[in-house]
């Protein structure tokens, strides 16, 4: 099984960062730390920071992330072209709406999660490490439409 999965990058944040998140969507945080790995060039104070994370929670998401140590690799803020997408169906609307709420703590640029002109509830922020995030999850109305749609094409 091939799998896509948002990799975010750090100054030195991962850590805090990918424990908040885990409080929004729940799961397992992992952690590898650059000075677990043998590295001779390995700047100081970077040893505790955190070379590749990652959080999978029970949904089956996997979110992976890493710190940038200033002089050892270039940092990438996170961009306004890229947006972590959380969606789902009606089913899923409790679980959402609770991600979004949590998330929404410190974000800014924030567009309440609610019923959208198409039919579905949806809502975005970016988070307080600038990291821009979308939500959608279906209604049964709208999912009835997009069955009755599938049944006439």
């Given at each position: 099984m091939?799998n ?6 750090f ?11 885990r409080?929004a969507?729940?799961g397992?945080?992992e ?5 677990d790995?043998p590295?001779p ?5 970077a040893?505790?920071?955190v070379m590749h994370?990652s959080?999978?929670t029970?949904?089956?998401l996997?979110l992976?992330?890493?710190d ?6 270039p ?5 306004g072209?890229?947006t972590?997408?959380l969606?789902g169906g009606?089913a899923d609307r409790?679980?959402?709406?609770a991600?979004?709420e949590?998330?929404s703590e ?6 309440p999660f609610e019923?959208a002109?198409?039919?579905d ?13 979308m ?5 049964p109305?709208?999912e009835?439409?997009?069955?009755q ?5």
């Amino acid at each position: 099984m091939v799998n896509l999965n948002p990799y975010l990058s750090f100054r030195t944040e991962t850590r805090e960062a990918l424990e908040f998140y885990r409080t929004a969507l729940g799961g397992t945080v992992e952690v590898m730390p650059f000075g677990d790995m043998p590295m001779p060039d390995l700047p100081q104070g970077a040893e505790n920071l955190v070379m590749h994370g990652s959080l999978t929670t029970e949904h089956g998401l996997t979110l992976m992330a890493a710190d940038s140590p200033e002089g050892m690799m270039p940092y990438e803020a996170p961009s306004g072209g890229v947006t972590v997408a959380l969606t789902g169906g009606s089913a899923d609307r409790e679980y959402i709406a609770a991600a979004y709420e949590k998330l929404s703590e410190g974000a800014s640029d924030v567009l309440p999660f609610e019923p959208a002109p198409w039919g579905d509830v949806y809502g975005s922020l970016k988070d307080k490490y600038g990291v821009s995030w979308m939500f959608d999850c279906g209604t049964p109305e709208s999912e009835a439409a997009a069955a009755q749609a599938g049944q006439q094409g």
